[in-house]
């Protein structure tokens, strides 16, 4: 059984940082793809991170370039999202998901597996 779980989320001041972990069980990251997703009140949910289906690189929203970064731990079958300079608009619940291969890495329709999500907070 394939289960993610999504922890790390808090609230922060403005400016602050927070690290997002993602603990993966019943799948390895050799067949497997861990994209980072959010949601707002009243909006869509949104990507933040995921596998570039080009060259192989992490892509990510604009709004979020150059504050957040994923890294993953194989052997701890981690992934984490580090969160550096947030902003109020960076307030939501994000989620982890997992696919396999097929199918494209940008929409959240084809992801197979969802951890429960994370409330992160941000005050101005």
């Known amino acids: 059984e394939v289960q993610l779980q999504a922890s790390g989320g808090g609230s922060v001041q403005a400016g602050g940082s927070l690290r997002l972990s993602c603990a993966a069980s019943g799948l390895t990251f050799d067949d497997y793809a861990i994209a980072w997703f959010r949601q707002a009140p009243g909006k869509e949910r949104e990507r933040v991170a995921c596998?570039?289906?080009?060259?192989?690189?992490?892509e990510y929203t604009d709004s979020v370039k150059g504050r957040f970064a994923i890294s993953s731990d194989n052997a701890k079958n981690m992934v984490y999202l580090q969160m550096n300079n947030l902003k109020p608009e960076d307030t939501a619940v994000y989620y982890c998901a997992g696919k396999g291969p097929t199918g494209s890495y940008y929409f959240a329709r084809q992801y197979e597996y969802w951890g429960q999500g994370t409330q992160v907070t941000v005050s101005s």
């Open positions: 596998p570039s289906e080009t060259d192989g690189t992490t």
